[in-house]
């Protein structure tokens, strides 16, 4: 079995530590992971995506998930919805946003699972700030783990980020932001 | 001569809208500033972060012809448009394009031996202290004690003087200038495009995305830098250094802003203690000095 | 294939000058500058200084605006204003 | 299942982070190296370490690639243990001094985090390291990040071995690996030293023992250089498995041979070739494949070189038909894999149905079901 | 007897004044190249010319050979015909440049003056341009000082012609060319002028009408822009011949083909192959062997990149046997062109005895003799 | 500090007898006298005619430590010699020694980078103001006017200033010395042994095959450059700058010889018009002014 | 036919000029030739050597001589005649030498055709002095053009003479060396 | 040859300090430095001077000599000499 994620962020606002959390948390509740950056020539604030694989076996694969196989998307920043290819995605295919309103390009897919969470101000309330930008790379792993049921463990997540920012008040307020984001996110269909 | 901005309003943009910088980036304000200043120019860019913000084949922002070359490659390559061109009867001016890596560092050898040619070639450097490109490696321009990726407790030796370098070779304008003051980047550019052979440009261009500073200020940083005295503005015509009026106003160290509210703005240089910072100071109250021999 | 007229011509790495090669720059901003015409005293400091060239100015005499389709959000036009004429909004 | 042992953790590490947890363990003393994408975590890595005392070793920050090369070759030749990495134009900027490493016979390792060439492009082919296969390096090409840890700890150890004396190029995708995190299993420092003994030189610049490295040579102390450089290409044909099978046996990982074959060669109707991670993603081709009832088998060169002759053969001849797939040209011919696997099977006058392809130049994705599509498209 | 026509005069030149000969007629606008043993004489005397205002153009007094190719791709680019030539190390030098020209296609002529690599030694084998074998060059090798000076013309027609539009290296071997002094014809400026119109350039760096050259691309750009220079090689398969005849025919000098085959082909029991002077020394090895009774042809390859595969296979199948004399190695597999010949004569599933030595390295004299040696040991 | 010879006398050779230089030459006599003043050396050697001269493999006259590397390399290999060595705990003194190609030409962004990092190395440069070697092609090292290979008609621009570029990069030590006065140059390179950090001597090193001057004259021709103030000697110790006594002397060009005495002596100058001497000759004594400031 | 000649000297005496004006001749008289310097990497001073080859075909051979065809040798330096490996030389080899004596190792060479010319002081007579160094490079070629019975016509070697030095006083003091050497030469046994 | 004990050992660069590595230069030489003992005053001038090493000084306070083995006649010495102790002679 293998899992294959997308996290749609912009350069800055913690994408791809996202997916290396994600992969990171896999890890630790034993599975097999990847978590692939595509990193382009793109300078902070452009759209970027990230991938992560989770497998019950060694992934030999190295390209770039396909995006008919993807199982969930998570996205970061609720603008770039709009770059998702709908038509290639396979029914059931999760979508998770960050925001208090679904778009209304969302509200039409009707063959996928669409949920949201207002992570922007889950994280705000949590303190996760840098320079002005939102820091959302824990937050929503948190939404997304009570949409996948627990694909990977909770624990195992916030074990992943106490390693990933080393015990102190800044692995806290991920800790409850992923609290707080997996209370929560709700499916919208 | 000074910049009037409406003789200007009307110009093409030289880089277009829709680029790959990161907002707020000194790069894009130096890049606009002077090559508006030129008629007909030829940029050559090696690999920096200006190689980048061009975007990606088949389009680009640079809306003047450029040639994109090897890291250590601007000035020959430069050296063989000029003299091409030259020879098809064609006036233009020969604009070498690079960041502080591709002057201090790597590409030392190719200006050096082009300058010593006098090549016709108007070498502009936009420094912003280090390897943005690649993700805020030191250089040759790196301040003492700036931390960076390959720095990460802080830079041990001083940054090296490119201007001094530059003036040892004899080359007929030098000029450093900054984004905190486009007006007086634009007037040394345009005196300098009036010069024939190798002059070289200095500028001030702050990264906030590497310096871990905010977008807003770029401009702000630019003047600090100057009215701290981090970043001394001046001339260099045949061999005679002028400071230019903004940097002239503080040479007595007594009218500087102090040091620390510039870096206190910057990430680089949040770790730096009292005594780093007092070295730095040191680093650049000799530098002064050492300029000031060539009034 | 011996006609050299049937043979193909060469793909030269030549990129042409387009706005917005890097596509609608303008989503990459979470807040925008916002202007303010009473107070702008047209000295042009925000088209001068912003790095995008997303400060436009349609004629001398004119007051600037903001293209949004591709300005940033870096909010230096905001800090350089001297009037603020400018002001920082979220988007 | 991820497997751990008592011995060796295993953890979450990019491709560019298995190289410097690799170059950790082994201990060297000089590293001197300039940054580039995608290789400069690496280096960064690796500054970081050194900065906090983790690894106790000096970092040269040199000015480019050039002297990057330069000074490893100052550092080995002054007696100790010396890492550089590159990728792409670094590369090709230090090529003179790959070529004098590499025809003096100097002991270093050096990943090359590959990349495509100009116009400028950061993403990864095989034409930066392939440029170089005739340069007097060893070559690996790793296909994911355990093995680009494998690989790297036994590169020092062969690049070091008396009767080899060579540098070692170890090949990883660009971005492929060295940006993707994967689990790596990671051998304890105490065995790594039983395993990789401090550096030995065969010869020190040493004012007790005057010599002249490199002076200038007539023809005929050329040609002795050079048939001795065959020489230690023939022996580490030899020496190479047998570390790689003393690596095995230790740490539990690396397979002991130049070449791996995935699946039954035995009955296998077709062999895909492919270097580096192509090589891992062809494996995947296999399950699709197979799926429709095509045996097939990857048979991927971990070393190009030496170019293992006798193993490629041993397994070809196996088989009725090839596809070669090559992330690189040699521009005015072919892909290089594929001349080199043509000529080789000339030489043994062996018939089989010869396919080749070029893919992945500039970075192109290519997947385990394009591969499985050309592979099916010559069944 | 020396031939002579109205048209043409023969003198006395060395291989490098054959080039500087060439050149001269070949009215380039800008030269930029830096001095290297056996080159040297080239920009010398081309040094000489412009000073002396025999050739009106600028020269470049370089500081290195990076500078060198950096200065010739501008000059290029800026719309002018363009020379440099280099040697060994100065190719090593400026490699990551080399490439540049090649991937990006710039029309520069360079004689690459064959000499070995390092350690340090001056004299001739074509380990230098061998290893840029794959970086978008055209490569020919001259076999003595008349072919010099044909190919070089010739390189310029080539390099620029719109369906080519690629840098080309006309190699010659050091000292035993570049300082020989030979016969050489050498055509009327007025019959060049006619052969090889004014420099028309494909793109020009121009303010009215600006784009940026060599600019960031993507995976998809780059695999279009090498997908072209594989068909600008294929295209060149077809224009080289066409212009060597054309040249042939005006100048009555050069061969109309991209190899060279010496002997009857049609009797012959065996092929030999080798690059250059070699080749010639080869032509006269055959009537040693001639008298000994064994009928042997020369094949070379007076061009190597495009790799004349089609040319080659057509003569190699009339024999049952070849030898192929490599003056390089690549390092860890064999000589360079015993690997390609073997790889097209795999494609075409041609069976014949193939046998390949190592010669010259490191300047190593090979006479006509020892060839024949060769050839007599395998009949 | 002064060179006892009887002290020397007994030290085994450096330059072994019996090697390639050509009769006369300079650059023996300037290696000679350096690598013999001291104590375990390291030479690293790019190519250059000091490449040549170690004659054949296997065999080669350096009787110390040598490591030869590409032309552009040197300071770099010094640099992972210097850094190797340190780390080994063994005590040596890492020396770079080029011709001027090497230093002015196309090694300068090697040296520099290394002078950045002020790398434990002491940098020797024998000038003999072309590329001997390859057959006296013009260097940023030949001074204005001299014929070479590549300048057939004299070379129309300017002696690079390599010491007043090493002074710009403001390392500890920085000398001229000249193959006139061995003593001299002895003295100054046991000083700079002294010194920890980016060292740089210059070696005025006269070559009778290129310059076509007659192999006897060689310590002449030395001399007479420093008398007709062609070649200042002088040191500056971190950033300070003294001419050394002979230099000194002739200050004051009233006191110089002639010009035309040293120039007329070499085949190199002989074509010079009286208006080319005057070229050189402001050149010279710009040199002299610009160094003057430094004192 | 093809005539292989080395040339022994010094460098800066002239033996590479020398080998270039025989080939020269040759050429002039409707010869093939070819004429090969030796590079090493000595320095001005040290011993080096020049091939000529002259034919009445194209040269295919790119080799220098092989010892054992040269037809013959010319000496300008007398003490190179120590290097000659006269065990290789076919019976009847040619060596001149510039030399008022026959050396006792030439004395001992029965089978070969040894004569001398004394080069040095008619070069000295014609002025043939450059820098202190004997300009030997035509006056040898006229000794051996006496001793091979023209096997270059002089008027070639006069005409690439001129062709070399250009019309003046320099062509007219080495053709002056040249007919003397001519003249004087005497073969010894 | 699988014994790695019966590998052949790489051939590395390496050139070992010999006098006389080009050859005996002494025959470079058309004329040669003589020394003249009465005029010597062992200031050791010549032995400083000379490029190649070929004045000899066995001890100090002994005469210098010429190794005419290697001295390749330049005549240096001679020039610097201040005794006018020695003189160039024609070989
Ligand atoms: C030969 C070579 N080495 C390294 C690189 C990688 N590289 C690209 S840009 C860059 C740094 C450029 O720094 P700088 O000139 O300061 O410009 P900035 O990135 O700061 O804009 C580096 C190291 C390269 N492209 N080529
Ligand atoms: C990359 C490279 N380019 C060119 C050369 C050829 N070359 C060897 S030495 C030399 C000139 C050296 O000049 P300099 O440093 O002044 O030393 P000198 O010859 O005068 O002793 C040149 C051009 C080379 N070896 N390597
Ligand atoms: S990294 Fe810095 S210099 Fe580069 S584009 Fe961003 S802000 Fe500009
Ligand atoms: S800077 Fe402010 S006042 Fe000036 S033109 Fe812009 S908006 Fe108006
Ligand atoms: S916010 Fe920045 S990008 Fe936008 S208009 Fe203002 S200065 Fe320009
Ligand atoms: S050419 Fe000049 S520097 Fe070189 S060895 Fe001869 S005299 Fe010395
Ligand atoms: S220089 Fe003259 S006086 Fe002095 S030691 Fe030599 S020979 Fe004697
Ligand atoms: S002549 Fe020259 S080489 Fe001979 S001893 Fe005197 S100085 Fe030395
Ligand atoms: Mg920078
Ligand atoms: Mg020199």
Redesign the interface.
Known sequence: MMTEIRILS?GGQGGVTSA?LL??AG?ID??????????G???????IYADVRIA?EH??????V?TSNTHSWIILEP?LVETIPFDELKPGTIVIINSQEIPPVLNEQKNLKIGKVDGATIARECGLIK???LMLSTTMLGAWIKATDNLVSLEALKKATELQFGVGSLTDSNIRSIEMAYEQFEFVN | MSIKIPQLLNRPDVLLRGN????G?GLSIAYRTTISALENPIVVIPAC?AS??QS?HPNVTYNVPTLNIAFAAHASAASGISRGKKRRGEKVTTVVWTGDGGTYDIGVSTWSGAAERNEDILHCCYDNGFYSNTGAQRSGATPRGAVTTTTPTGKTEKRKSITRIMMAHDIPYIATASVGYPRDLYTKVKKAAQIEGYRFILIDAPCP?GW?S?PAITRELGRLAVQTGYFPLFEVENGKLTFSRRSERVRDPERRKPLEEYLSKQGRFKQMTSEAIKALSKDLQREWDLLARFE | MTNENEMKDPVLPLGRPTIGS??N?G????SKPVFIEEKCIKCYECWLNCPEGTIRVDADEEYPYVDYVYC?GCGICVHVCPKEALEMKPE | ??QTSEKQK?E?LTGNESVATAVKLAKPQVIAAYPIT?QTTIVETLSKMVAEGELDCDYVNVESEHSAMGAAIGASLSGVRTFTATSAHGLLYMGELVWWAGLTRIPIVMPVVNRSLNPWN?WPDHQDSMSFRDAGWIQFYAK?NQEVLDLTLCAFKIAEHHKIWMPVMVCL?G???S?????VSIPSQKDVDEFLPPFEPLAILDPKDPFAHGSLTDSQGIWEQRMSLIDGFENSRVIIPKIFAEYAEKFGKLGKNMIEITGDINSADIAIMALG??G??A??ALEVLNEKGIKAVVVRLRVFRPFPRKELITALKKVSKVLVIDRAVSFGNAGQMAIEVQAELYTHKIEIEFHQIIRGLGGM?????EIAAEVEKIM
Chains 1, 7 share one sequence.
């Open positions: 912009r290396k992969a990171k890890h034993n599975k097999f992971v990847q978590a692939i950056p595509k990193y020539a793109e300078r902070k604030g452009a759209p019950d992934v030999k694969i190295h390209a770039p396909i603008s320079s002005g930008t | 790959f910088a990161c907002a980036c972060c980048v913000i990606l995305t871990n905010d | 890097a596509g720059t989503t990459w901003r979470s940033k | 299942m991820v295993i979450l995608p950061i994911n995708d971005f492929i690996l940006h993707t995190s994967a689990q991670t192509l891992e993603e494996e995947q994705d290519v997947t385990y079901m």
